[in-house]
T-cell receptor
Framework: GAVVSQHPSWVICKSGTSVKIECRSL??????MFWYRQFPKQSLMLMATSNEGSKATYEQGVEKDKFLINHASLTLSTLTVTSAHPEDSSFYIC??????????????FGPGTRLTVT | KQEVTQIPAALSVPEGENLVLNCSFTDSAIYNLQWFRQDPGKGLTSLLLIQSSQREQTSGRLNASLDKSSGRSTLYIAASQPGDSATYLC???????????FGTGTRLKVLA
């Protein structure tokens, strides 16, 4: 099946700094990728849709100036958490739709990035 | 707006039992519904994908069904084992898109 990778797998940063998380589709192209956030003991919440070559679409309540998304190529989307604060500590997961057989699509998920802001 | 809920929120069963996890969604205009497993502190493991034109999918001891008209999916686990202990998440695509809306999850514990 298709593979999506994320880097880094975990990161610790100080409050006020910015952190960049990469999401790559390794063996397929993705014009669209999705970013999710998961707080401890909660489910995944969709943050935004990353669109190759155009602006990302953010879900209601997600600050687009705080969570900068860039999708500069068909295999790479980046999420930058700007001026991070402890409440931004979370598990960030990306996904990309890829062919699952025939003309149907399946969401392939990255392994996630655990961000801790001290 | 798509909303996905899962019942029960938590479940504890003795080893060997057959069990059913439920997932409900509000918008039947889905492309896919997918079941995942998540171990503590880990990412998602895809279990079963059901496309909108399908009624069920099976993999080993797992069987997932989909009823779009009633907005429901069930995950059936046969002969449960302690290794099945994890959180199970269902996700349904939002109306006319491929983005997933996740359910609230069911935390399963299978006792040896």
């Amino acid at each position: 099946g298709a593979v999506v990778s994320q880097h880094p797998s975990w990161v610790i940063c100080k409050s006020g700094t910015s952190v960049k998380i990469e999401c790559r589709s390794l063996d397929f192209q993705a014009t669209t990728m999705f970013w999710y956030r998961q707080f401890p003991k909660q489910s995944l919440m969709l943050m935004a849709t990353s669109n190759e070559g155009s602006k990302a679409t953010y879900e209601q309540g997600v600050e687009k100036d705080k969570f900068l998304i860039n999708h500069a190529s068909l295999t790479l989307s980046t999420l930058t958490v700007t001026s991070a604060h402890p409440e931004d500590s979370s598990f960030y997961i990306c996904s990309a739709p890829g062919l699952a057989g025939g003309s149907s699509y399946e969401q392939y998920f990255g392994p996630g990035t655990r961000l801790t802001v001290t | 707006k798509q909303e996905v809920t899962q019942i029960p929120a938590a479940l504890s069963v003795p080893e060997g039992e057959n069990l059913v996890l439920n997932c409900s969604f509000t918008d039947s205009a889905i492309y896919n519904l997918q079941w995942f497993r998540q171990d503590p502190g880990k990412g998602l493991t895809s279990l079963l994908l059901i496309q909108s034109s399908q009624r069920e999918q099976t993999s080993g001891r797992l069987n997932a069904s989909l009823d779009k008209s009633s907005g429901r999916s069930t995950l059936y686990i046969a002969a449960s084992q302690p290794g099945d202990s994890a959180t199970y998440l269902c996700a349904a695509s939002a109306s006319g898109t491929y983005k997933y809306i996740f359910g609230t999850g069911t935390r399963l514990k299978v006792l040896a």
